[in-house]
Every structure is written in C-alpha cells, then in structure tokens.
C-alpha cells in the first residue's frame, strides 16, 4: 500500500437513508453524504424499499465523497459496507434486477407463517440452531413470502436463476458487477436460516422456507476481501470492498468490544444491546438471542443481544405529545432539578415491552405520583426508565453467561444527557463510556476493512486510535440502587397488569 491511498470509504445503509463517508488513516471523518430513500407501506404490516433506488444512492453518495473531498479512487485503500438488518430482497442474476422490492426488518408479512411454526412446536429447534426465536423480523419468513407470491419465482429458482440476500450482499453484487454474491457471518446469522454452530446455510431451514441452495450467498469473514468495485460501475479503478457487518454488529467493532464481557448499547428510537461472550455459542436466556457478533481472523465471536422497544422515543414523547419540555436537552435540566425521583415510575411501553419481557399486551403508565408530584419528577422519571430498561438486559446477559461484566461502550443521540448517563451507571453499578463519534456503525466496519487491506495491522492498533468523550462512574451506594430498581419491578408489573 502506498502513501496515497490512506483513506477507506464508508457505506452505511440504514433503514431510512445511504450514508457514504470518508475515514483517514488515524480513523477522523473527514466528510460525510447522507441521501434518503422512500419508505413503501402497500399493504397492512407490510414495510418495503426499492433496492434499485439504494443501490443508485449509494453510487451518488461515494462519488459526491469523492467529489467534495478532491479524493480519487487512487486515495482509497478500501471500501467497506455496513447496513440495516434483516431486510432482504431476491433478484435474477441475469438481469440484475430485484423480482420484488426488499421486505424491511420491520416489515410483519410473515408473521402468519411464524405463528404456524411456532404452533407446531419448532421453536427449540429454531433456537438451537440459529440462536434466534421464530419471529418475522427475522428474513426468512419474508423471503419465504417473496418467493411463493411472485409469479414465476419457485421455478426460476429450480433453475438457478435468482440469488437471495440482505442489503449488504445485494451492495456487493452489484458493485462488483455481479462477479461476486457473498455476505458475513453477522448478516447470515440474522436470516434464522444460518446454523451459528456448524457455521453454514443450514439445509433443513432452507427446505422449510421452500427456498433453494443455489439461491445463497458464499459467508465470509469480514476481515477479508470480498471483491472488487467494478469500473464500470461507479470508481475509475478497481478498489478492494471489505469490512462487511450488520450495522449492531459494526457498532460492537467500533467501540472495540474484543473481549468476553464487554457490551455496548446504541440509544435510539429504541436501542441494541450487545454483550461479547467469547468464541462459543451459549444458550440465551429468554426474552435475549444468541448471535454471531463477528467472524475475524478465522474465528467467530458470539453475542447476547437484546432490543429494547422505545428508549429514546420516550423523550420525543415528552416534547411532541405530552409537551411536557420544549427540547430533548430541557430534559437534563429538569432531571437534574428534583433530588430523587419521589417514587414515580415511567414506564414506556407505548407499543409493548420487548426485551425481555416480550409483552405486546403491556400498555404505558406512569405510577407512584403523591399529591405533591412535579412535573420534574415525572420527566425524571422517564429518563430513569431508559437506564432500568438496558440493566434488565445487561442482568440477564451476565447472570447466564457467567462472564464477568467489564464495562458498557454507548453511542447515539440520548447519550448526549449527561443525566441520563451517570444514572445508567449509578444502575448497573459499571462504568459508562461514551463515544465522541455518532457514526459508530461505519467506523466499525471502516476499522475491519482496514485490517483486512494492511491499512491497520491489528486490534492494538484500533485500539488506539479509539477516541472517547467521557467515562462515566457510579456513585450511587448499594442500597439505593436496590430500592429503586425493586420499585422499577413493580411498576412494569404494573405496566403489564400482573401481580
């Protein structure tokens, strides 16, 4: 690699927008496109994007980068590609045209499907081979869907005419010219048709959701070369795509969680939490998935992974709907305005609770209001309900893997609430460190294609060049901390209307 090409770039395509960035070699972001695409609803429960329409974004995006950056394709060690899970489409690789829109990790097509698995009792096989509970979030039931409801589909598949896969293989193909169909462990083990333990398409679930072998893609590691850009296609020479990973998964990377017992949350609308458990499957407790977090080097770390319905929702509920505060950071100020919580409780369950409790039945509520409650109080509350909602997850994480817990890495826009942070501490009684970089995801798979192109020689060198904005220690004593998540308990009790 010569001095020149010292930069890698970035494709982060999420569910609402491509994202293309520049990262240099000590890991700054240099500059940054976003463009969004159309969200499509054509029938009840039904979430779809047109892949052709993220494919030409994506292409605007690296060379817009690449024009308002004076870069060229010369300057680029490496392009990498992390995206929105789940989401999957199929296509004719003959015409390289989708024979559908992409069905999106939201969308609920297959949940009649789901439900007849589970009724004939499935689920422990699903669970033990995949990790996963039979769900439609999962791709395989919408992939399932897809290929019974297009005309023509099944035999054209019989024919070896169409691939399958998520966003990242479907980026892949097409940016390599269809010389390339592959994807990574992270994404493959998120389709609920991927054995995480023999590490292969597994054949039984293939048949169950009446797809074909010939329609998957090859499963790589992510610290290797996939392909090549095709000049044709967008980039005036061949440069080397690598660092594949779902986008929770890229997170986990970016914040360099390499170890057994390292987690990261990202605060959003909702949130992920990941906790490292090493290079063995192990069996999650209910209500959390076994995962595969990332495949490097020839071997594979596992994760727990939870997914928390509404977290940072709960305080766009208070400023567009209880117009309780007029902004998000007005939220700290009254936090940080009452001592305690006085006993009020704030449970978010606007949609139902997820992780762990799985409740589509549990309603909100906001209980333990005394005559001289504040609107403080209940503000403070609903910021408290973030922090009891990821130590719900991180418990279960560490009671049943028997690995000790080191720290939690955050990222996202309510880390920003400095409240909120030291009280997520204070709660799991483990530092909080925060990110100064909201683009984690792409980070994370910019870290991995550098490893795999010699741009970074190993992870001591990631790690150094990770940069932090704060840590944050708990200061709360035992005690307290036990009184106000036993009071939490009994509010989502509460919540659930179960005594």
Not at 4 to 29: C, E, G, P, R, Y
């Amino acid at each position: 690699m010569t001095k020149k090409n010292q930069f890698i770039l970035a494709i982060d395509q999420s569910t609402s927008a491509t994202k293309v960035m520049l990262f240099d070699a000590n890991a700054n972001l240099i500059y940054r496109v976003s463009i969004s695409h159309q969200q499509y609803y054509p029938a009840e429960g039904f979430v779809e994007h047109n892949p052709m329409e993220i494919f030409e974004n994506t292409v605007k995006g690296m060379q817009e980068v690449l024009l308002k950056t004076g870069k060229q394709a010369s300057d680029l060690a490496v392009v990498s590609i992390t995206n929105q899970r789940e989401t999957c489409l199929i296509w004719d690789k003959n015409t390289g045209n989708p024979i559908a829109n992409a069905a999106v990790w939201q969308c609920q097509r297959g949940k009649d499907f789901c439900k007849n698995m589970n009724e004939q009792g499935l689920s422990s096989k699903i669970i033990k081979k995949t990790g996963l509970i039979i769900d439609p979030y999962f791709s395989a039931s919408k992939l399932r869907w897809i290929i019974n409801n297009v005309d023509g589909a099944k035999e054209s598949a019989q024919k070896g005419d169409l691939l399958l896969g998520t966003i990242d293989s479907w980026l892949l193909w097409k940016l390599t010219n269809g010389n390339i169909h592959a994807t990574d462990f992270s994404n493959a083990c998120r389709t609920m048709l991927f054995n995480i333990n023999t590490l292969k398409w597994d054949e039984e679930l293939i048949s169950l959701f009446d797809l074909h072998p010939s329609m998957f893609p090859e499963v790589k590691f992510s610290d290797k070369i996939f392909g090549y850009t095709e000049q044709s296609i967008v980039l005036d020479i061949p440069v080397a795509i690598a660092g594949l990973l779902g986008d929770s998964h890229a997170a986990l990377f970016g914040q360099n969680c390499f170890e057994p017992g390292m987690a990261k949350a990202t605060y959003g609308t909702g949130s992920s939490i990941m906790m490292n458990i090493g290079n063995k499957p192990l069996a999650a407790p209910a209500g959390l998935v076994t995962s595969i977090g990332y495949g490097r080097e020839g071997k594979i770390d596992y994760v727990f992974e939870g997914n928390i319905h509404c977290t940072g929702d709960t305080i766009n509920w208070l400023v567009n709907d209880a117009k309780l505060i007029s902004n998000a950071v007005e939220s700290e100020q009254l936090a940080l305005s009452v001592h305690d919580n006085n006993q009020v409780y704030f449970v978010p369950a606007f949609v139902g609770l997820g992780a762990p409790y799985w409740d589509n039945q549990a309603r909100a509520c906001i209980s333990g209001m005394a005559r001289n409650t504040k609107k403080a109080h209940i503000v403070r509350a609903a910021l408290e309900s973030i922090a009891y909602q990821i130590k719900d997850l991180i418990d279960l994480m560490v009671e049943n893997s028997s690995i000790p817990f080191r720290e939690m890495r955050v990222d996202g826009g309510p880390t920003r609430n400095n409240f909120l942070m030291q009280f997520q501490s204070d709660i799991i009684r483990q530092e909080v460190v925060r990110s100064n970089i909201e683009e984690i995801s792409a980070l994370g798979s910019a870290f991995m294609a550098g490893l795999a192109c010699g741009l970074w020689k190993d992870l001591d060198e990631i790690k150094s060049l990770r940069k932090v904005d704060k840590t944050f220690a708990p200061t709360l004593p035992s005690d307290e901390i036990e009184n106000l998540y036993r009071g939490w308990k009994v509010a989502v009790r509460r919540a659930r209307m179960v005594e």
